[in-house]
C-alpha cells in the first residue's frame, strides 16, 4: 500500500482508469479489490481530486469574487466542532444518498435516494433553509421526501424488470446527469441573481469535479468508499476557515 501512494506510475494507472469510466461508464463493480485496495485508491483519488479543485476553485475566486453565503452564515448558527460533525458526516451522508445511491439499480436504493433528493431540494428551493435544520417546518420536509420515497418504491416494484433494464442501458447518462445536478444545485449557496445564474457552470466546477469522482468511487468501491471521500474532502477546507478565519 505505502509504495504504490508514492508511486507516480500507479497514480497515472489509476487517473486512466477513472477518465476510461468516465468516458464509458459502467455499473459494474470491481470485486477483485481488497479493503486495503480500496482505502489506498481513496487516499490517492482525494488528493489528485482536492488539489485540481482547490486549483480551479482560486483560479475562479481570482476572475468572480463571489462569496459563498451559505457556509458563511453556518459559520454563525453552529459551533465549531458542531459545524465540522455537518460538513464531515451529515451533509456527505444526505449528498451521497442523494446523488449517488441509486446509481447501483435496486429497488431500495432508487426510492431512498429520491426520497432524500426531494427532502434535499425542497427543503434548500422551496423552504430556503439547510437540510440539518430541525426547527423550520422540519416535520413537513421530512414528510415530503418519505411519502416522495414510498411512491417511488410502489413505482419501481410494479414496473421493476422495465425500470432496471432503462438503468442498465442508460447508465451512461445517469451518472452524467447525477454529478451535474450534484454541482449546479449547489448554486444555492450564493445570493442568487441573474449573473450568479449565467456563472452557475463556472462556479459549480468544483462541485462538479467532485460529483464526477464520487460516482466513480460509488461505483467501483462501493457507497461507504464514496462518503468517506466526500467527507474527507470537506474536512480540509472547513478545517482550515475554522482554524485560520
Same mark, same amino acid.
Given at each position: 500500500?505505502?509504495?504504490?501512494?508514492?508511486?507516480?506510475?500507479?497514480?497515472?494507472?489509476?487517473?486512466?482508469?477513472?477518465?476510461?469510466?468516465?468516458?464509458?461508464?459502467?455499473?459494474?463493480?470491481?470485486?477483485?479489490?481488497?479493503?486495503?485496495?480500496?482505502?489506498?485508491?481513496? #487516499?490517492?483519488? @482525494?488528493?489528485?481530486?482536492? &488539489? !485540481?479543485?482547490? $486549483?480551479? +476553485?482560486?483560479?475562479?475566486?481570482? /476572475?468572480?469574487?463571489?462569496?459563498?453565503?451559505?457556509?458563511?452564515?453556518?459559520?454563525?448558527?453552529?459551533?465549531?466542532?458542531?459545524?465540522?460533525?455537518?460538513?464531515?458526516?451529515?451533509?456527505?451522508?444526505?449528498?451521497?444518498?442523494?446523488?449517488?445511491?441509486?446509481?447501483?439499480?435496486?429497488?431500495?436504493?432508487?426510492?431512498?435516494?429520491?426520497?432524500?433528493?426531494?427532502?434535499?431540494?425542497?427543503?434548500?428551493?422551496?423552504?430556503?433553509?439547510?437540510?440539518?435544520? #430541525?426547527?423550520? @417546518?422540519?416535520?413537513?420536509? &421530512? !414528510?415530503?421526501? $418519505?411519502? +416522495?420515497?414510498?411512491?417511488?418504491? /410502489?413505482?419501481?416494484?410494479?414496473?421493476?424488470?422495465?425500470?432496471?433494464?432503462?438503468?442498465?442501458?442508460?447508465?451512461?447518462?445517469?451518472?452524467?446527469?447525477?454529478?451535474?445536478?450534484?454541482?449546479?444545485?449547489?448554486?444555492?449557496?450564493?445570493?442568487?441573481?441573474?449573473?450568479?445564474?449565467?456563472?452557475?457552470?463556472?462556479?459549480?466546477?468544483?462541485?462538479?469535479?467532485?460529483?464526477?469522482?464520487?460516482?466513480?468511487?460509488?461505483?467501483?468501491?462501493?457507497?461507504?468508499?464514496?462518503?468517506?471521500?466526500?467527507?474527507?474532502?470537506?474536512?480540509?477546507?472547513?478545517?482550515?476557515?475554522?482554524?485560520? /478565519?
Amino acid at each position: 500500500m505505502t509504495l504504490k501512494l508514492i508511486n507516480p506510475r500507479y497514480y497515472l494507472w489509476l487517473i486512466k482508469r477513472f477518465l476510461l469510466f468516465l468516458i464509458h461508464p459502467s455499473a459494474k463493480q470491481d470485486k477483485s479489490l481488497t479493503r486495503i485496495d480500496k482505502i489506498r485508491d481513496v #487516499i490517492i483519488l @482525494f488528493l489528485l481530486k482536492f &488539489v !485540481t479543485a482547490s $486549483i480551479l +476553485a482560486i483560479v475562479i475566486k481570482s /476572475f468572480f469574487n463571489y462569496d459563498n453565503t451559505a457556509f458563511a452564515e453556518a459559520k454563525t448558527l453552529y459551533s465549531p466542532v458542531l459545524l465540522l460533525i455537518i460538513g464531515v458526516v451529515i451533509l456527505p451522508l444526505i449528498e451521497e444518498i442523494a446523488f449517488r445511491l441509486m446509481m447501483l439499480f435496486k429497488a431500495e436504493n432508487l426510492s431512498l435516494s429520491f426520497a432524500v433528493l426531494v427532502y434535499y431540494i425542497f427543503t434548500k428551493g422551496y423552504f430556503q433553509t439547510y437540510v440539518t435544520d #430541525i426547527d423550520n @417546518f422540519f416535520f413537513i420536509r &421530512v !414528510t415530503i421526501g $418519505i411519502i +416522495a420515497g414510498f411512491a417511488m418504491y /410502489f413505482i419501481v416494484l410494479r414496473h421493476e424488470p422495465k425500470v432496471r433494464k432503462f438503468w442498465e442501458l442508460n447508465f451512461k447518462w445517469i451518472y452524467y446527469f447525477s454529478f451535474v445536478l450534484f454541482a449546479w444545485i449547489h448554486i444555492i449557496n450564493y445570493d442568487l441573481t441573474l449573473e450568479i445564474l449565467l456563472l452557475m457552470p463556472v462556479l459549480t466546477l468544483p462541485q462538479l469535479i467532485g460529483g464526477i469522482v464520487y460516482g466513480f468511487v460509488r461505483v467501483k468501491y462501493g457507497f461507504v468508499y464514496s462518503c468517506i471521500l466526500h467527507g474527507l474532502n470537506n474536512f480540509v477546507p472547513i478545517g482550515l476557515t475554522l482554524v485560520l /478565519f
